[in-house]
């Protein structure tokens, strides 16, 4: 089971969680789409909205926390 993740943390989690939402490609945070090395791994106020997005359009709760339903969803 993955860690639940949330505003302010740091680290490959985060990054993981931007590649697997998409965020990277749907808001073009990354100016190369092929390069994920760019994605940094900060879960700043930006990510939290485009979570709360994410999981509204995915069945989960909208709380912008990436925990064990958003994980699996």
Known sequence: M???IKHQDTGPLVV???LMTAYDRITSKVSDP???IKVHG???ADFV???VTWQT???CTPDGI???DT???
């Open 2 to 4: 993955l860690a639940t």
């Open 16 to 18: 993981v969680a931007k």
């Open 34 to 36: 092929d390069s994920y």
């Open 42 to 44: 900060t879960f700043d």
């Open 49 to 51: 909205a485009y979570v």
């Open 57 to 59: 359009n995915h069945g």
């Open 66 to 68: 990436i925990g064990p």
């Open 71 to 73: 994980w699996a969803a």
